[in-house]
Structures are given as C-alpha cells and as structure tokens.
C-alpha cells in the first residue's frame, strides 16, 4: 500500500500539491479532534514527509514546489497557530516545512543520514544562540508559555507545588525545547519521506542509513562542554544548547537499538515491546538510549556486534 501510495504522489506536481495539502489538512484535524498539542505532536511531520520525499525524487521544479509548499503550509499554519495567532502559526509552519525541504536536499546532495543529522544539530545550536542574542529577557518570554504548562499540569491532577516545578523547569530549557521540537519534525519528515521514496522504487532507503546513523564525536565533545557549563551555570545558553544535543543523541541511541535488532537477527515483535517500554517508562529508558547514543561514538557498539545485514523486508 504506501509502495503504491508513493508511487501514485510521484506522477505529477498535481497528485504532491494534492497530497501535501492533505497532509496539512491531517494535522488541522488532529489539532482540531485530539488534545491540541498531542495532535500536532503526532502529525506535524505528515507535510515535510511529502515535500521531501519529493525532493529525493529530484521533482525539485520552481514551477510547482512553490504551489506544493503554500498548499502544505495553511493548513499547517492553521493548527499551529491555535491559540497563539495566524502570523506565529505562519511562521512556525515555514520553520518546520523549510528546514525538511533544505535538509531533504542536503541528504540528496551527499547521500549520508548522519551528515544530515549533524547539519541539523549545527544548525539548532546556531538558533538557540541566535534566539539568546535577539531576545534579552528569555524568561519573560516565555513566561505566558510556563503559566500555561503550569495550569495544564494542574488540570492533569499534578500538585500545584510539583507543577509549579516542572513549569520553572519547562522555561529554563524553552528555547532549545522549541527548536529541539522544530529540528525533530523537519527531521522525521525527512524520515518519513525517504521511506516512501524508498517505497516508490521498491527499495529500502531509511532502514539501512537509519541503523547506521552517528551524530559525531565532535558534537559529543561539545555535548559534555555544555553540561559542564551547564553544571557550573557559567552560560545560560548552554542549557538549550545541551538540550538540543541530548535529542540528537537520543536518535542516535535509538538507531543503535534498531541496528542491534538487526545485526542479531531478532524479530521484529521485539522493537513493538520496546517502543511499549519506552511509552510506559519513558523517565527511565530515555536518559539510557541518550547516553549510549553518547558513547557509542568512541565504543562504535555496531562494531563491535557485527554490521547489520541487509534488511529483510
């Protein structure tokens, strides 16, 4: 089915300005129809997935990637500017979807995952530094955004003290969470729309780069700069910096778990048991995936396990 899918948007701009539109209409509905942040959590990737799947296609044309992007965009823009205005909506439709369409063109350019992922954990930390520099009084910023984590929490049944808490700690961390949130969507669209251009040609493009996918030692390297600043409160960017790092290496160590499955030939019921796992104790498996994907770029475990083999299906 999504072999056909893909295949079925690939044959004309018409069909990828169709599909896009469609795809920004399913996250207007699941804003609209599920709690507002749980459905955009869930579908705002839908319409940089088409984007970059066309863009792998090398459909790239200035006559209709424009039309295909605006018809993405309202829709998305629409959701996400629930509650906080048209022109944020816009504007956070454009940082999600443009960035999925740079990233996609940089993964086709060089043809590596993990230089992609490393381009855009660059280009976050660039944003966080930039959003310090531009903005002088961050927490005052983000104040009506705390208030609101705060009184959400409190109507989930939390305490008002320990709500107040995770809120404080919500805004210590807001800039490089919105960008981490920004830079993961642009990312799992292009996921997602290398899988179905994989699919349209009957191959498997994500699996493979995916389970091979490394952030570099160089950002592990500045990863442990930022928690030391952190620790010692020398920097107040360091904060978002560490936070945007961390996310990057919680990909890495799930692709570890997936390139382990792999290299020992388990099945795949064992990546629905962990993602199951990771659902129900996520305070506790995700510092775990964080800090192997950390160190596994000086112990290199696939390495050591053997690569993986050619995937199956």
């Given amino acids: 089915m999504t072999a056909s899918l893909a295949s079925w948007l690939l044959r004309s701009p018409g069909r990828a300005a169709l599909v896009a539109a469609a795809a920004g209409f399913l996250v207007a509905a699941a804003a609209g129809f599920l709690v507002l942040p749980t459905g955009i959590m869930f579908t ?3 319409p940089g997935a088409v984007l970059a799947c066309l863009v792998f296609a090398g459909k790239l044309s200035p006559r209709w990637v424009p039309a295909s992007l605006i018809a993405a965009g309202i829709p998305l823009a629409w959701a996400l500017g629930q509650g906080v205005g048209t022109v944020i909506g816009a504007g956070l439709a454009a940082a999600v979807l443009l960035p999925t369409v740079a990233l996609s063109a940089w993964l086709r350019r060089t043809n590596s995952l993990s230089y992609t992922v490393q381009t855009a954990a660059v280009a976050g ?7 310090h520099l531009v903005v002088d009084d961050s927490k005052a910023f983000w104040q009506p955004v705390v208030v609101g984590v705060e009184q959400m929490l409190q109507q989930m049944g939390g305490a008002g003290e ?9 805004g210590q961390v807001a800039w490089g969470g919105a ?9 799992l669209g292009v996921f997602f729309g290398l899988h179905l251009f994989g699919r349209s040609r009957d191959t498997h493009e994500l699996g493979p780069r995916f389970r091979a996918l490394k952030v570099g030692r160089v950002l592990a390297v500045l990863a442990v700069i930022a928690w030391a600043l952190t620790a010692w409160r020398v920097a107040r960017e360091a904060d ?20 382990i499955r792999e290299s020992f030939g388990v099945g795949g019921w064992t990546l629905v048991l962990f993602y199951i796992l990771l659902f129900l104790l996520s305070a506790l498996v995700l510092p775990v995936l964080v800090m192997l994907g950390l160190v596994d770029n000086w112990l290199d ?3 050591r396990w053997g690569r993986p083999r050619a995937p199956a299906g």
């Fill in 44 to 46: 705002a990737w839908a």
């Fill in 125 to 131: 930390i660039l944003a966080v530094i930039g959003a």
């Fill in 162 to 170: 320990e709500a107040h808490e995770i809120a404080e700690v919500a």
């Fill in 240 to 259: 978002d910096v560490l936070y945007v790092l961390l996310g990057m290496f919680l990909l890495q160590g799930l692709a570890l778990v997936h390139a």
């Fill in 301 to 303: 475990f696939r390495g």
């Fill in 179 to 187: 960008i981490w949130l920004v830079t993961l969507y642009s990312l």
